[in-house]
């Protein structure tokens, strides 16, 4: 979330690589640039931080110049089932150092967001295509309905590694692994200021909410963690066999 979440990603980043012995990093980066959209620099900050590829969801677009980046950088993800026509990919297989790989799938939600494709239908197409080359495949539902998160992970559980909420900002307490071997939280939290309106200055959506009229959101700065989940696969199976929170103060 802007650029507090950025730099405590930065600095988090290596100590929680280190603790877990992580070997592959998926960040939504959709709220990097001011709290709202993705530029290439911002790109870069989170890549260099140690990101492998960045996901989006509803704000990818917010920024003109993310059309001719996502064109060229093929880490960065765009949901598979917005319009065909869009510029970029919304799923890939990227390749470790030591050979191994795992695909990413970045979705987007229906319920209570703007129009898009069936996230069901779209994550079966994808897989098709996947599932044919790597075993290991993360799955980022980008949605604002727990509801939906809940049963797209059952609907893929045992067909992909993993499922993982993002967009609400809020980490839950849900993390499991289900009987098929696909672990799922339904919102995996956020980069970013703790003592804010998810992630925005407070006295600003106050204003908002107890008058009715608009007013500029700002990204709030104090109190910045670190959230998000490590997932631990087999990558003979592309079965996972923990999921565990991740909240650390930066």
């Known amino acids: 979330m802007g650029s507090p979440g950025r730099n405590g990603f ?3 980043l290596p100590q929680i690589k280190k603790e877990f012995g992580i070997d592959f990093v998926v960040a939504n980066a959709e709220n990097s640039a001011g709290g709202s ?3 290439e620099k ?8 140690g ?3 960045l996901t989006s969801g509803d704000h990818i677009w917010k920024k003109n110049e993310i059309v001719p980046l996502i064109e060229r950088e093929r880490r960065i993800l765009r949901p598979v089932n917005i319009s065909a026509q869009a510029p970029g990919r919304g799923a890939e297989v990227y390749t470790l150092p030591d050979g191994r790989q795992v ?4 979705l987007l939600g229906r319920v209570f967001m703007e129009p898009s494709e069936c996230p069901f239908k779209c994550a079966q197409e994808a897989l098709k295509e996947l599932s044919r080359r790597v075993k290991v495949i993360i799955v980022d539902i980008h949605a604002e309905a727990t509801s939906e998160k809940v049963a797209l992970g059952w609907y893929l559980d045992g ?3 993993a499922v993982l909420g993002t967009h609400t900002h809020v980490q839950t307490a849900d993390e499991r692994v289900l009987p098929g071997g696909t672990a799922y939280i339904s919102d995996v939290g956020m980069c970013g200021s703790q003592d804010s309106v998810i992630g925005r200055k407070i006295e600003h959506v106050l204003h908002k909410f107890v008058t009715g009229m608009p007013v500029r959101f700002e990204v709030a700065e104090e109190n910045v963690k670190v959230q998000g989940v490590v997932v631990e696969i087999d990558e003979t199976s ?12 930066a």
């Open 10 to 12: 930065r600095k988090v």
């Open 37 to 39: 959209g993705i530029t």
């Open 42 to 49: 911002t790109a870069e900050d989170l890549l260099s931080a």
């Open 51 to 53: 990101a492998d590829v």
């Open 103 to 106: 695909g990413v799938i970045n």
């Open 159 to 161: 067909k992909v590694s």
């Open 238 to 249: 592309g079965r996972a066999s923990g999921i565990t929170r991740v909240n650390a103060a």
